[in-house]
């Protein structure tokens, strides 16, 4: 069992970039599989990206390849994404979830820790 707590939302221009971190209470951290996902008002929750519990893969979202990052410290127990050229259409509350073994999944059913979000506004 794991408790996640997200830090790093805020509001940021255009271009601009932003690291949105997630901090995991557990002994176990380091055998979740974790990702980050994202909801837009009125839009349903969607899969932003993932990494494998040894950090080794890592998927992502269409919209965001080449601009966001996904990254693991296990020994930290954190898990972050760095996000880069932000575009108003990120705007969004993050959210960060984790699940127990397996692979990474697109789908917030495939998830059983989820941390309270954090939200992060991208201005024009």
């Known amino acids: 069992q794991v408790q996640l707590v997200e830090s790093g939302g805020g509001l940021v221009q255009a271009g601009g970039s932003l690291r949105l971190s997630c901090a995991a209470s557990?002994?176990?951290?380091?055998?979740?599989?974790m990702a980050w996902f994202r909801q837009a008002p009125g839009k349903e929750r969607a899969f932003v990206a993932g990494?494998?519990?040894?950090?080794?893969?890592?998927y992502y979202a269409d919209s965001v390849k080449g601009r966001f990052t996904i990254f693991r410290d296990n020994a930290k127990n954190t898990v972050a994404l760095q996000m880069n050229s932000l575009k108003p259409e990120d705007t969004a509350v993050y959210y960060c979830?984790?699940?127990?073994?397996?692979?990474?999944?697109?789908?917030?059913?495939?998830?059983?820790?989820w941390g309270q979000g954090t939200q992060v506004t991208v201005s024009s």
């Open positions: 979830a984790g699940r127990l073994g397996g692979g990474v999944g697109t789908l917030t059913n495939e998830y059983n820790y």
């Open positions: 557990g002994r176990t951290f380091s055998t979740y599989t």
């Open positions: 990494i494998s519990w040894r950090g080794r893969s890592t």
